[in-house]
């Protein structure tokens, strides 16, 4: 079974940055999907972006688009750079291996503990 760690969350102000990354394991298959989803208190979680493997073909939620970046950093990372981040970015952000080019949570099978991401002044 897949185990993925994230790493990066931490606490920052209305305008900066934090990179986040989540490693798996053991190698990323060249068929998977990966992709960070996030939730805030009292609300569902939520689709930030993914990439699939193979292609680095990306999709992201319309919230980030423009200002978050996921990428490939080596055969088993995928970071997850938050620019121009905002009050409302403030969530849980966790990692999920999948197989589907998909924007729904349960279309994923593993999935990282998450890591705190806060935004505040």
């Known amino acids: 079974q897949a185990q993925l760690v994230e790493s990066g969350g931490g606490e920052v102000q209305p305008g900066g940055s934090l990179r986040l990354s989540c490693a798996a394991s053991g190698r990323i298959y060249s068929s998977s999907v990966m992709a960070w989803f996030r939730q805030a208190p009292g609300q569902e979680r939520e689709f930030v972006a993914l990439?699939?493997?193979?292609?680095?073909?990306t999709l992201y939620a319309d919230s980030v688009k423009g200002r978050f970046t996921i990428s490939k950093a080596s055969y088993n990372t995928v970071d997850l750079q938050m620019n121009g981040l905002k009050p409302d970015d403030t969530a849980v952000y966790s990692c999920?291996?999948?197989?589907?080019?998909?924007?729904?949570?349960?279309?994923?099978?593993?999935w990282g503990q998450g890591t705190q991401v806060t935004v505040a002044s």
């Open positions: 999920a291996e999948g197989s589907q080019y998909s924007s729904t949570a349960s279309d994923y099978r593993y």
């Open positions: 990439i699939r493997w193979n292609s680095g073909r």
